[in-house]
T-cell receptor
Framework: DAGVIQSPRHEVTEMGQEVTLRCKPI?????LFWYRQTMMRGLELLIY????????DSGMPEDRFSAKMPNASFSTLKIQPSEPRDSAVYFC?????????????FGSGTRLTVV | AQTVTQSQPEMSVQEAETVTLSCTYD???????LFWYKQPPSRQMILVIR??????QNATENRFSVNFQKAAKSFSLKISDSQLGDAAMYFC?????????????FGKGTHLIIQP
């Protein structure tokens, strides 16, 4: 398996633009998580899905952030409009209920810079 | 809500020496899992070691071992015979084991520097 695949690896955008981050979980994993990593706040859970359904989005910072999972092999995290304070590394991770006890598998992250 | 605290923002150790990274957590649950993740400059999150709360025996993985003190809610990571490749950010994480997978709670991390 290729692991959790995120794209793009780097994204630079101007303030006010829409940004879409993409994630492909490991095949067979029915849980998908989006995390944000910043120096100030560390790794924060934004939202997670189970069987493509959002379960907990309490970590989503503002209405400018939205996430979807239209099928078992694809998820997006969208920021519209983007702001400089959204600059961070965004990670996607996937798991099954059983494998969660052994840790989640993370993608390589997307480094977002909003200028 | 669960919290995870890593009180050492940065640690430095000589190559081949032993270093211990500290982690404390707060939870009202009795069944849970604890993890240490390594994040090298490549940014990849790599699982180093895990501990099941109901097991008293401390987990070990080659040069990596933990000191799990459930009553004190402490979960430290010991790295023996430190190597240059161990240089990275290390994150302690907590996961509740009841129900399904509901996310990992991470500490802020410890930056480990290996001096040659």
């Amino acid at each position: 398996d290729a692991g959790v695949i995120q794209s793009p690896r780097h994204e630079v955008t101007e303030m006010g633009q829409e940004v879409t981050l993409r994630c492909k979980p490991i095949s067979g994993h029915d849980y998908l998580f989006w995390y944000r990593q910043t120096m100030m706040r560390g790794l924060e859970l934004l939202i997670y899905f189970n069987n493509n359904v959002p379960i907990d989005d309490s970590g989503m910072p503002e209405d400018r952030f939205s996430a979807k999972m239209p099928n078992a092999s694809f998820s997006t995290l969208k920021i519209q409009p983007s702001e400089p304070r959204d600059s961070a590394v965004y990670f996607c991770a996937s798991s099954t209920r059983a494998s969660a006890n052994y840790g989640y598998t993370f993608g390589s992250g997307t480094r977002l810079t909003v200028v | 809500a669960q919290t995870v605290t890593q009180s050492q923002p940065e640690m430095s150790v000589q190559e081949a020496e032993t270093v211990t990274l500290s982690c404390t957590y707060d939870t009202s649950e009795s069944d849970y899992y604890l993890f240490w993740y390594k994040q090298p400059p490549s940014r990849q999150m790599i699982l180093v070691i895990r501990q099941e709360a109901y097991k008293q025996q401390n987990a070990t993985e080659n040069r990596f071992s933990v000191n799990f003190q459930k009553a004190a809610k402490s979960f430290s990571l010991k790295i023996s015979d430190s190597q240059l490749g161990d240089a990275a950010m290390y994150f302690c994480a907590y996961s509740y084991s009841g129900g399904g997978a509901d996310g990992l709670t991470f500490g802020k991390g410890t930056h480990l520097i290996i001096q040659p």
